[in-house]
T-cell receptor
Framework: GESVGLHLPTLSVQEGDNSIINCAYS??????FIWYKQESGKGPQFIID?????DKRQGQRVTVLLNKTVKHLSLQIAATQPGDSAVYFC????????FGAGTRLTVKP | DGGITQSPKYLFRKEGQNVTLSCEQN?????MYWYRQDPGQGLRLIYY???????QKGDIAEGYSVSREKKESFPLTVTSAQKNPTAFYLC?????????????FGPGTRLTVT
């Protein structure tokens, strides 16, 4: 099956800055997308999801953007905090859920 | 508190032994899933169950077995036939049947086989 990919494996930002984590997907039939946060040694934690009939969805300090034209998904984190340091990965639903390998976000104080 | 529990957190076994990983949820979710996570890779689906007494193979089911006798429990057995069993195993559940629903994950079990 097709898999979800990521543009960058690591991202380092200054505390207080905004973070943008990107994800490319290859299956135009995918209809549901999720962003997860995973801290070291723990299970993934749901951040935000979006369905293919939407372009943008906002949560608390997070925004997900979906560009179906170029098959691109992004997660924006506003005012990044040290507690945001983790691996972030996206997942797409086709017939089952496909997960990307993740981007490691490091927040510098 | 509602959630998914996995036990134990760390598990060590000798090669050739079968081992069973526990997964319990009190969220009243119909669907449950088992994934394997290896360093630098995305989660890979081992087995899933959308209803009690029914389950389907995922992408990497060889060397694994599951049962779903109760709605809240979905144990995974890693058999001696699994050629590379050392990994981080994650259990998840979701409200709906099918994959278009948010999956809630447990804390994971790290299995080391030597």
């Amino acid at each position: 099956g097709e898999s979800v990919g990521l543009h960058l494996p690591t991202l380092s930002v200054q505390e207080g800055d905004n973070s943008i984590i990107n994800c490319a997907y290859s299956n135009s039939a995918s209809d549901y997308f999720i962003w997860y946060k995973q801290e070291s040694g723990k299970g993934p934690q749901f951040i935000i999801d979006i369905r293919s009939n939407m372009d943008k969805r906002q949560g608390q300090r997070v925004t997900v953007l979906l560009n179906k034209t170029v098959k691109h998904l992004s997660l924006q984190i506003a005012a990044t905090q040290p507690g945001d340091s983790a691996v972030y990965f996206c997942a797409e639903n086709i017939n089952d859920m496909r997960f990307g390998a993740g981007t490691r976000l490091t927040v510098k104080p | 508190d509602g959630g998914i529990t996995q036990s134990p957190k760390y598990l060590f076994r000798k090669e050739g032994q079968n081992v069973t990983l526990s997964c319990e949820q009190n969220l009243n979710h119909d669907a449950m899933y088992w994934y394997r996570q290896d360093p630098g890779q995305g989660l890979r689906l081992i087995y899933y169950s959308q209803i009690v007494n029914d389950f389907q193979k995922g992408d990497i089911a060889e060397g694994y077995s599951v049962s779903r006798e109760k709605k809240e429990s979905f144990p995974l057995t890693v058999t001696s036939a699994q050629k590379n069993p050392t990994a981080f195993y994650l259990c998840a559940s979701s409200t709906g049947q099918g994959f278009s629903y948010e999956q809630y994950f447990g804390p994971g079990t790290r299995l080391t086989v030597t």
